[in-house]
């Protein structure tokens, strides 16, 4: 599969997307729509292409890239006390938040483009042989951490129990203890042969262990191993040139990539090394990181900077939960699940997060009109306005037909580069603040595997794949809870996890934001075939030395692909340090009238507390617009 894309082709592809949407923007949601109240609805078990799935976005896009929405729109229900554009976590914690302000009594309405709920936080569900399997299929873990007090409490009421969760789950699993060990895996493309590496390779760009030996077991010149032990080690000051007080700047205004390059001198395939962990985070290559941000995520270099110790080795009490970070068996979906199951207790029976986690969720009670809260799926907003003080208008197209709901209030919790388009109303300025973060495109496959003693005997349960299509491999979280219990035999079934950052290589001349357009383009314009090709080649070449035979062993795929996925966080290279209260997600997120704005976007920070806090403001934001319960 070529690499390459040229800005001829991504303009090619929005004209190409744009066509279609002339065409038919309306006519590929009835089917998905068809179904929503069927029986046998029940989205998490699909497989194939999801994530912006067909039918989920194409309504959207003939609104943005054409300005095409309806003429005329057919009023359906009474009026809610609030209506949710959005039904990720930001969406359904506000109308948590809401009604517990408001009382049981709250009219809320939850609207969303896809086929499910849960924005990014996405259950991939699976049967094999009788046996349920799980896996995410976006938002993977819970930052503790890092959590507001009151994101944590908001996790606690709906039923989250964090040391079970954290005692559920396997300690030595790298996605949910960043402490925990990693493998390491080097293809044929960019290093001459496969090599894995199942030894614990976590430390090693730390200084742990034997990490000379560990380097030099690698498929790497002889040069470049020198090089990056030195590095490691901090045998010298590769910035002896730049004076102390002027290496902080330094270190922000240049990529890690050319610090490889140009003061380590390291070569592509040993720079490439450092990549997967600052592709997974930031969704960009090491030429578009800052050394500091690379440094921050734990790449080598920071001893060999000429840095005091005070920076090195600094004199603070390490918080003893700062890496682990709880998970889930279906990532945040569990999350999303516990919102909803909250809101509307008919979907599920149950009150705990032991007992949510092999239950099967009935759609059809999510959009009863016998609910306060209603959860409507399927269902693409195309304009938001306010009524002078008379509420909000919310009009959508679901199943190809145009509808209009009026709120008392309204929380638009999709993303922000859409605003602008449903709200013509706004300020110029405030539009230009929305759209200045493009959120980061990513692609999550789920790969099951009929029987899973090839990849087993890997040595690892999660692997960086530095110059892999796909850089982050893992077996899917080994958390039992509840009822349900991982696959650990060696014969057992297994799902294995692949993670993929479209957006191409800088060069030089592009901002991240440059670059997550084009990775869109990518994304959207690579077909299933060519991912699934990708799939075999490169688990082929990690686990064929120990039988793996890919038309034998893989049973299904589900790829998450999400053009829209990581809400956006400034960059040292890319983006001005503004003053408080200046920067675009704040300009941005400014209530106007009776509508708030609650989304990871509005906190430019891509994770599940970002989320909540955003709900928590913009539910605060109602009651300065005038909020009166109906009583």
Request: charged share 20%; aromatic share 10%; hydrophobic share 40%.
């Amino acid at each position: 599969m070529s690499s390459r894309i040229t800005r001829r082709d991504f303009l090619d592809g929005v004209a190409l997307s744009m066509a279609a949407s002339v065409v038919a923007p309306y006519s590929s949601l009835t089917l998905a729509a068809a179904n929503k109240e069927g029986p046998d609805y029940y989205p998490p078990l699909l497989t194939g292409m999801r994530g912006s799935h067909e039918g989920s976005f194409e309504v959207a896009h003939a609104l943005v890239m054409n300005g095409r929405r309806p003429a005329r729109y057919q009023r359906v229900d009474d009026v809610y006390d609030l209506v949710i554009v959005g039904g990720g976590i930001s969406g359904l914690a506000a109308a948590y938040l809401y009604r517990k302000r408001m009382g049981p009594d709250a009219k809320i309405l939850v609207l969303d483009n896809h086929d499910d709920f849960g924005g990014h936080a996405k259950r991939n569900e699976f049967r094999v042989d009788g046996k349920m399997l799980l896996s995410f299929g976006g938002s993977i873990n819970l930052e503790q951490s890092a959590m507001s007090p009151a994101a944590h409490q908001l996790l606690q009421e709906i039923g989250v129990d964090f040391k079970a969760l954290e005692d559920a789950g396997a300690s030595d699993y790298a996605l949910s203890n960043g402490g925990a060990p990693f493998g390491l895996y080097l293809g044929e493309d960019l290093y001459g042969e496969h090599q894995i590496v199942g030894n614990p390779w976590g430390g090693v760009f730390a200084g742990a262990g034997d990490y000379r030996a560990m380097i030099g077991s690698l498929n790497l010149p002889t040069d470049d191993k020198a090089k990056l032990i030195s590095l490691i080690g901090g045998e010298k000051d590769y910035l002896a040139d730049i004076p102390l007080q002027d290496k902080d700047r330094y270190l922000r205004s240049h990529s890690y990539a050319s610090f490889l390059c140009d003061r380590v001198g390291l070569s592509r395939r040993g720079s490439k090394l450092t990549e997967p962990w600052a592709s997974a985070i930031y969704g960009v290559g090491i030429e578009s990181v800052s050394i500091m941000e690379a440094l921050g995520l734990g790449a080598p270099g920071l001893h060999a900077l000429g840095l005091p110790d005070s920076v090195t080795q600094p004199n603070v009490e390490e918080n003893p939960n700062a890496y682990r970070y709880p998970m889930f068996p279906d990532g945040n979906a569990s999350v999303a699940r516990l919102l909803v199951r909250k809101l509307i207790p008919a979907v599920a029976p149950g009150n705990t997060m032991q007992d949510l986690i092999a239950a099967r969720f009935d759609y059809s009670q999510l959009d009863r009109g016998s609910s306060p809260v209603r959860v409507r799926l399927n269902s693409t907003a195309v304009n938001v306005a306010n009524q002078d003080s008379d509420g909000v208008d919310v009009s959508y197209v679901s199943g190809g037909k145009a509808f209009k709901v009026k709120g008392r209030h309204c929380i638009l919790a999709g993303y922000n580069g859409m605003i602008p388009h449903l709200c013509p109303e706004l300020p110029q300025a405030q539009k230009e603040s929305l759209v200045y973060g493009v959120k980061v495109p990513f692609v999550w496959a789920n790969v099951v595997l009929k029987n899973g003693r090839a990849a087993r005997q890997g040595g690892a349960s999660v692997y960086q794949c530095p110059g892999s299509f796909f850089e982050l491999v893992a077996h899917a979280p080994p958390v039992a809870l509840g009822a349900y219990r991982p696959p650990t035999g060696p014969q057992d079934p297994m799902v294995m996890f692949m993670g993929h950052m479209p957006a191409p290589k800088g060069d030089g001349s592009q901002s991240g934001r440059d670059l997550f357009r084009l990775g869109r383009y990518r994304l959207l314009t690579t077909s299933f075939s060519d991912y699934e090709e990708a799939i075999r080649e490169q688990l082929t070449g990690m686990f064929g030395n120990h039988g793996f035979d890919a038309e034998r062993d893989i049973a299904e795929i589900t790829l998450n692909r999400w053009s829209h996925g990581y809400a956006y966080e400034y960059m040292d290279l890319y983006d001005p340090d503004w003053k408080k209260g200046q920067a675009p997600h704040e300009m941005g997120r400014k209530s106007f009238g009776r509508i708030s704005i609650a989304n990871s976007d509005s906190e430019a920070y891509a994770y599940v507390q970002a989320a909540i806090d955003a709900a928590y403001r913009a539910v605060g934001e109602l009651q300065g617009a005038g909020t009166k319960h109906r009583g």
